[in-house]
Nanobody, 115 residues
């Protein structure tokens, strides 16, 4: 069974940092491009960042480029999202998912940026 477990979210003040983790299972992780997505209340799910199978190529959404860094550890079937200089508009539920998609979305991890 394909599963994703996201963690690392929390409440942080503007300008702060968080590091999100996602553990994947049930598929051959190292063969898949991986992505972080987020969804804020009342908004569509948004692509945040993506990383190639070996980690050599990364892409970022315009709103997070220069502040967030995606990475992966294929030995542990994990991806990470280092989020710096957080802003209130980064508040959302964050999810991971491979490309092409596999299985169901995980429960996500909540990030709240507030004074």
């Amino acid at each position: 069974e394909v599963q994703f477990v996201e963690s690392g979210g929390g409440l942080v003040q503007p300008g702060g940092s968080l590091r999100l983790s996602c553990v994947a299972s049930g598929f051959h992780f190292s063969l898949y491009y991986m992505r972080w997505y987020r969804q804020a209340p009342g908004k569509e799910r948004e692509l945040v960042a993506g990383i190639s199978t070996g980690g050599e190529r990364t892409v970022y959404g315009d709103s997070v480029r220069g502040r967030f860094v995606i990475s992966r550890d294929n030995t542990r079937s994990m991806i990470f999202l280092q989020m710096n200089d957080l802003r209130p508009e980064d508040t959302a539920l964050y999810y991971c998912m491979p490309a092409p998609p596999r299985g169901a979305w995980g429960q996500g991890t909540q990030v709240t940026v507030s004074p």
